[in-house]
């Protein structure tokens, strides 16, 4: 007999969103993988509304247990469900992501070959007829194709599709939870694992499926909140004496306005370009203003040194 295949422990943060979360345990259900070789771990962290009836209805379909905890976003979520989990492999994705049937064939796959690496695939727009969801994808797509230009030596994975051995997620400290956003976490935990020396690598064919519902309003809501998770990364990386992040050079906002994804693109008064334009807009407004908030909260301890 061969060896048996590698056991995943999957893990999805949740936040008051039971729809979504019975679509993605709905996918998994359909996992074409041996059902006594994975796990799932649903974490609450600190939803209103009970799911408990939502993951109860899935128990004869796939091994899953639900955890919950007071509201501490996205990384103290995943913490939480890593820690729990019993799998060699963890595998993270959102509560509105359904991967496709072969996501655990997939990465099953690619560590056989390369068992200490992370793993991180492709994610796909749900919704082409949104084109705020549409837009937002394409901006992901522009940072996958920008900082991953060699698959095996990728630098920039997303916590939506990422797989990892356990062993190594718990001795880097699993990701950061002074990240209280779901905001630059994920940018922030490749970056420490990429210090280590140790390897990423994109790949492309495992494939999970993105329906994150945007207005413009929400849009906006999402790409501020990014520039806030950008600066407090920012900030991280100087506390581990780390060099500051020079930004980008003026031909990466060109290119990224010039940008076209290969997937569908909804029409709208505001072309992709547009939307581009001021998700940067956005970016850079949370970033600043997460950096006025940090000065203000510093300036009291500064007058009581000043005034010894």
């Given at each position: 007999?061969?060896?048996?295949?590698?056991f995943f422990s999957v893990i999805i943060p949740t936040d008051g969103r039971p729809r979504q979360?019975?679509?993605?345990?709905?996918?998994?259900?359909?996992?074409?993988?041996?059902?006594?070789?994975?796990?799932?771990?649903v974490v609450d962290d600190g939803s209103k509304t009970p799911l408990e009836s939502v993951v109860?209805?899935?128990?004869?379909?796939?091994?899953?247990?639900?955890?919950?905890?007071?509201?501490?976003?996205?990384?103290?979520?995943?913490?939480?469900?890593?820690?729990?989990?019993?799998?060699?492999?963890?595998?993270?994705?959102?509560?509105?992501?359904?991967?496709?049937?072969?996501?655990?064939?997939?990465?099953?796959?690619?560590?056989?070959?390369?068992?200490?690496?992370?793993?991180?695939?492709?994610?796909?727009?749900?919704?082409?007829?949104?084109?705020?969801?549409?837009?937002?994808?394409?901006?992901?797509?522009?940072?996958?194709?920008?900082?991953?230009?060699?698959?095996?030596?990728?630098?920039?994975?997303?916590?939506?599709?990422?797989?990892?051995?356990?062993?190594?997620?718990?001795?880097?400290?699993?990701?950061?939870?002074?990240?209280?956003?779901?905001?630059?976490?994920?940018?922030?935990?490749?970056?420490?694992?990429?210090?280590?020396?140790?390897?990423?690598?994109?790949?492309?064919?495992?494939?999970?499926?993105?329906?994150?519902?945007?207005?413009?309003?929400?849009?906006?809501?999402?790409?501020?909140?990014?520039?806030?998770?950008?600066?407090?990364?920012?900030?991280?990386?100087?506390?581990?004496?780390?060099?500051?992040?020079?930004?980008?050079?003026?031909?990466?906002?060109?290119?990224?306005?010039?940008?076209?994804?290969?997937?569908?693109?909804?029409?709208?008064?505001?072309?992709?370009?547009?939307?581009?334009?001021?998700?940067?807009?956005?970016?850079?407004?949370?970033?600043?203003?997460?950096?006025?908030?940090?000065?203000?909260?510093?300036?009291?301890?500064?007058?009581?040194?000043?005034?010894?």
């Amino acid at each position: 007999m061969g060896k048996p295949r590698p056991f995943f422990s999957v893990i999805i943060p949740t936040d008051g969103r039971p729809r979504q979360l019975a679509a993605c345990l709905q996918s998994l259900a359909c996992i074409e993988y041996p059902y006594d070789r994975f796990e799932v771990v649903v974490v609450d962290d600190g939803s209103k509304t009970p799911l408990e009836s939502v993951v109860h209805s899935f128990r004869d379909k796939i091994d899953v247990t639900l955890l919950t905890q007071s509201h501490s976003g996205p990384a103290a979520a995943r913490n939480a469900g890593a820690q729990r989990a019993r799998g060699t492999f963890l595998a993270f994705t959102d509560d509105d992501c359904m991967p496709k049937a072969d996501w655990l064939q997939r990465l099953a796959a690619r560590f056989t070959q390369t068992p200490d690496h992370l793993i991180g695939g492709c994610t796909l727009n749900a919704l082409p007829d949104n084109p705020y969801s549409t837009a937002s994808q394409i901006l992901i797509d522009y940072l996958y194709t920008y900082y991953n230009p060699t698959f095996n030596q990728a630098c920039f994975l997303t916590s939506n599709n990422l797989a990892v051995p356990a062993a190594r997620f718990r001795a880097l400290g699993g990701f950061d939870t002074s990240f209280p956003l779901a905001a630059a976490e994920d940018r922030d935990f490749c970056d420490r694992w990429r210090d280590r020396t140790h390897q990423m690598i994109y790949a492309p064919e495992v494939l999970v499926y993105h329906a994150h519902t945007l207005t413009l309003r929400t849009f906006l809501q999402q790409h501020f909140r990014y520039g806030r998770g950008a600066f407090h990364f920012r900030q991280a990386r100087t506390q581990r004496g780390q060099y500051r992040i020079r930004l980008e050079p003026t031909r990466f906002y060109v290119n990224l306005l010039r940008y076209r994804s290969s997937q569908a693109q909804a029409r709208t008064a505001l072309s992709p370009a547009a939307l581009l334009f001021l998700s940067q807009v956005a970016n850079a407004a949370g970033f600043f203003w997460e950096r006025g908030a940090k000065r203000s909260e510093n300036k009291p301890s500064r007058v009581r040194e000043i005034l010894r």
